[in-house]
């Protein structure tokens, strides 16, 4: 029993760090229409923020608090001056925002000379209960995760911003007839998704060690949780990183661990053949 409780924690812990990644490009993906293949590269900013917090002395929350905010106004700088011209086309799109992504962690790489850097916990030990001992950063990130989810959800479905952000997005020109700034709509979206990267990167960086890599080991897992999820929905992207994540976290238990990362994939494939539209099908969120 030990063990399955072990077993469940830290699967539940891996999920939660796959949807905090995944929920920030599933807003953007649901809400545009355009994948943003510079989203591995917001991660990246998010944990080298919390890593530049450490280094100057300062400790890591602040880092962890500023994460979002910085890399917000640089995804808010983006899409004013770069992504903005790529609506129109979404291959274009996503050839656009992988230039910019390799741009930003090459740019990364230099700076941190291409070593690998350490970041301690925030918020470290362990807690025990009825005799198991669990990570307390690991649980911090379940509960951030929980929470923003739940605060994400209700601003897009539930408030007048929201009502307002699916109107634009849905229909421009009906929107633009009722005085609403389409070009504020879009440049506040996508600050939004990319303030949840550097989240997602400011919490998950002291797991890992950082490197200009961070990011791109979840690229292609993210994107996979989307397609599995389901494009035109909120919840849609939040179940497919659970299914990744739980996947890729059970597995190695299962199977040998060489072998989980293509069982993955091959599963996840299997379900969005039998089902394209993904779990949940919509128009948008």
């Not at 500023?66 to 770069?82: D, F, K, N």
């Not at 997602?200 to 960086?205: E, T």
């Not at 490197?211 to 939040?238: C, K, N, Y």
Request: charged share 10%.
């Amino acid at each position: 029993m030990d063990i399955a409780i072990k077993f469940a924690f830290d699967i539940l812990a891996f999920t939660s760090v796959m949807v905090l990644i995944v929920l920030g490009l599933g807003v953007i993906a649901s809400m545009m229409g355009i994948f943003n293949f510079a989203h591995g590269e917001l991660v990246l900013l998010g944990a080298y923020t919390v890593y530049l917090s450490d280094e100057a002395g300062l400790g890591g929350w602040p880092g962890v608090i500023a994460a979002p905010i910085v890399v917000g106004a640089v995804g808010l700088a983006l899409e004013r001056t770069v992504i903005r011209r790529f609506y129109a086309n979404p291959i274009i799109a996503m050839l656009g925002t992988y230039a910019l992504g390799l741009m930003i962690r090459e740019i990364v790489r230099g700076l941190l000379g291409g070593h690998y850097k350490s970041i301690p916990e925030p918020m470290g030990g362990v807690f025990g209960i009825g005799g198991l001992e669990f990570s307390v950063w690991r649980t911090f990130i379940i509960v951030v995760t929980m929470l923003v989810i739940a605060g994400s959800w209700l601003l897009l479905s539930r408030t007048s911003i929201g009502l307002k952000v699916r109107g634009a997005l849905e229909n421009p020109a009906l929107a633009r007839a009722c005085g609403i700034s389409t070009d504020l709509v879009y440049s506040l979206t996508f600050a939004f998704g990319a303030a949840l990267a550097g989240l997602a990167g400011a919490l998950i960086v002291p797991l890992y060690q950082l490197s200009a890599d961070i990011g791109i080991r979840f690229l292609v897992q993210s994107f996979l949780s989307v397609m599995l999820g389901g494009v035109g929905t909120f919840e849609g992207p939040v179940l497919g990183a659970a299914a990744v994540g739980a996947m890729a976290a059970g597995l190695p238990w299962i199977v040998l661990p060489v072998l989980a990362d293509p069982l993955v994939f091959v599963l996840a494939l299997a379900v969005v053949r039998m089902r394209p539209q993904g779990f949940i099908a919509a128009g948008r969120i």
